[in-house]
T-cell receptor, first 110, second 113 residues
Framework: GQNIDQPTEMTATEGAIVQINCTYQTSGFNGLFWYQQHAGEAPTFLSY????GLEEKGRFSSFLSRSKGYSYLLLKELQMKDSASYLCAVAARSAGKSTFGDGTTLTVKP | DAGITQSPRHKVTETGTPVTLRCHQT?????MYWYRQDPGHGLRLIHYSYGVKDTDKGEVSDGYSVSRSKTEDFLLTLESATSSQTSVYFC????????????FGPGTRLTVT
């Protein structure tokens, strides 16, 4: 099975940098996803890591260490619109299934 | 944007009644999923489909059934709704692109009274 842990809530200031961590224990691994979900809306895909290292995409970067069962999402130059829930999800090896963590609610303050 | 719609978007129903939620996609994606999302529990997989008439159970499948007679439609049925099934239900699809990322519909808010 899968066990995924991420902090429940985080607060940061506009313009700052924030790192959202995700640890996982899994019996099968085919990569790790990050999704963003604004309140009352559907999740949307942010990033995918299957190899160790850092993937950068504009203001957002995602890191993976498979040996440590650890990932983080790094958000730079925070904007008010980044206030949302960030979901870490581990991809299984079959049928495209993913197991989601409970999400981290990020609040960006002026 | 994967062109996924869900109907209805909101529904209130009484305990013991059957309910069917519909997911429709226009992207010809092979995989389709039904999740429920509750406060403190994140997204939990109910059932999924890996092709027409090919479905399987997820982690919280009790009390739910699904059907997929066409690539574009995936139906979720609550056989006899209970108050514990009050939730927001999301449909998602996945193609066979890198990492099987999923695209989500707008969600259905279901209240069972």
């Amino acid at each position: 099975g899968q066990n995924i842990d991420q902090p429940t809530e985080m607060t940061a200031t506009e313009g700052a940098i924030v790192q959202i961590n995700c640890t996982y224990q899994t019996s099968g691994f085919n990569g790790l996803f990050w999704y963003q979900q604004h309140a009352g809306e559907a999740p949307t895909f942010l990033s995918y890591n299957v190899l160790d290292g850092l993937e950068e995409k504009g203001r957002f970067s995602s890191f993976l260490s498979r040996s440590k069962g650890y990932s983080y999402l790094l958000l730079k130059e925070l904007q008010m619109k980044d206030s949302a829930s960030y979901l870490c999800a581990v991809a299984a090896r079959s049928a495209g299934k993913s197991t989601f963590g409970d999400g981290t609610t990020l609040t960006v303050k002026p | 944007d994967a062109g996924i719609t869900q109907s209805p978007r909101h529904k209130v129903t009484e305990t013991g009644t059957p309910v069917t939620l519909r997911c429709h996609q226009t992207e010809n994606h092979r995989y389709m999923y039904w999740y429920r999302q509750d406060p403190g529990h994140g997204l939990r997989l109910i059932h999924y489909s890996y092709g027409v008439k090919d479905t399987d159970k997820g982690e919280v499948s009790d009390g739910y059934s699904v059907s997929r007679s066409k690539t574009e439609d995936f139906l979720l049925t609550l056989e006899s709704a209970t108050s514990s099934q009050t939730s927001v239900y999301f449909c998602a699809t996945g193609g066979e692109g890198v990492g099987y990322e999923q695209y989500f519909g707008p969600g259905t808010r279901l209240t069972v009274t």
